[in-house]
């Protein structure tokens, strides 16, 4: 049975059990969850960065599933492609993926249903070495411990909204409780990654979060998907809009009219907030429900 192992546990997350579950609760408990949700939930946007800056925020989206009372059966998790150059989006063919609180199933009935459609490929480099799917294992692992999840690591190109609509297109047909989690930060801006159209300084960190972020969070709002994939290209906005992209077109597709940004803050912020220190570089996240 190929099982995926993870790559960056006790980098991005604690790697031992008892410190991953200790940390899982704590993102859950840390941040409150806004009292207008949507009486169910089928797809979301959560961060992807270490823990310490994001996986609060990636939490609320998951509690927020669960506050929803539904019982998952899988989640399709449309992770970032920082180092996978297909054009298609990819799954690796494992049957399991492994984490401190232990392995999750991959519904291969799911992913071959996709792949005979054309819309998703199997490639072994798929997952290799990306982390953005990866440090959503545990809270599904613990919040639906009987959850099955399909990986994909979804390209920014037009194949994108394919998968969008073939995956709500198996949601209405089959009528199986299918979650689309799309994982992707938002704009990384300042001299580390040579993004500074705004000057190195405040205020281009200020234009990052209150202009470039929220045009982002603006178009997932309003489930525009094209508008979405086209302006984050352009604009630097996003590092995984693909698997935005793909969620959005899910939610659309099936009825949803408008997303819920749960929080969106960003690195710098997080800094200032637990460190009492500030950097000339931030990366913004979001966490959005639809």
């Known amino acids: 049975m190929p099982t995926r192992r993870p790559v960056v546990a006790g980098q991005f997350y604690p790697g031992g059990r008892d410190e991953c579950l200790t940390e899982v609760r704590a993102c859950l408990e840390s941040r409150e969850l806004p009292g207008s949700l949507p009486p169910s939930i089928v797809a979301g946007i959560v961060p992807h960065a270490g823990w310490t800056f994001s996986g609060s925020l990636a939490a609320m989206v998951f509690r927020a599933i669960q506050d929803c009372g539904q019982a998952v ?5 449309c992770g970032t492609a920082h180092g996978y150059f297909g054009r298609q ?6 049957d ?15 992913r071959d249903d996709l792949v005979e459609r054309g819309v998703v ?3 072994p480099a798929a997952h290799r070495h990306e982390h953005s799917i990866e440090v959503q294992i545990p809270f599904i692992v613990h919040l ?15 194949g994108s909204l394919a998968l969008g609509e073939a995956l709500a297109d198996v949601a209405a047909r089959t009528g199986r ?10 704009t990384h801006y300042g001299p580390r990654y040579g993004f500074t159209p705004m000057g190195a300084g405040s205020a281009g960190l200020c234009w990052a979060r209150e202009v470039n972020d929220r045009a982002f969070i603006d178009l997932a709002l309003a ?27 899910v939610a659309r597709r ?6 819920v940004l749960l929080a969106h803050t960003d690195s710098n912020e997080v800094m200032r907030r637990r460190m009492g220190m500030t950097g000339s570089d931030a990366v913004g996240y979001a966490a959005i429900v639809f």
């Open 177 to 186: 409780s299918i979650i689309c989690v799309a994982s992707t930060d938002l």
């Open 96 to 110: 399991e993926w492994e984490c401190p609180l232990g392995a999750v199933a991959v519904d291969g009935a799911l």
């Open 89 to 94: 989006p990819a799954d690796d063919g494992s």
């Open 144 to 158: 639906f411990p009987r959850a099955r999840i399909l990986p994909l690591t979804v390209p920014p190109t037009q």
């Open 73 to 77: 059966e899988t989640f399709v998790l």
């Open 223 to 249: 489930l525009d998907a094209e508008r979405l994939l086209a302006g984050a290209i352009e604009n630097g906005n996003a590092c995984g809009p693909g698997g935005a992209a793909a969620v959005t077109a």
């Open 254 to 259: 099936l009825g949803v009219e408008r997303g």
């Open 121 to 123: 490929g199997i490639d």
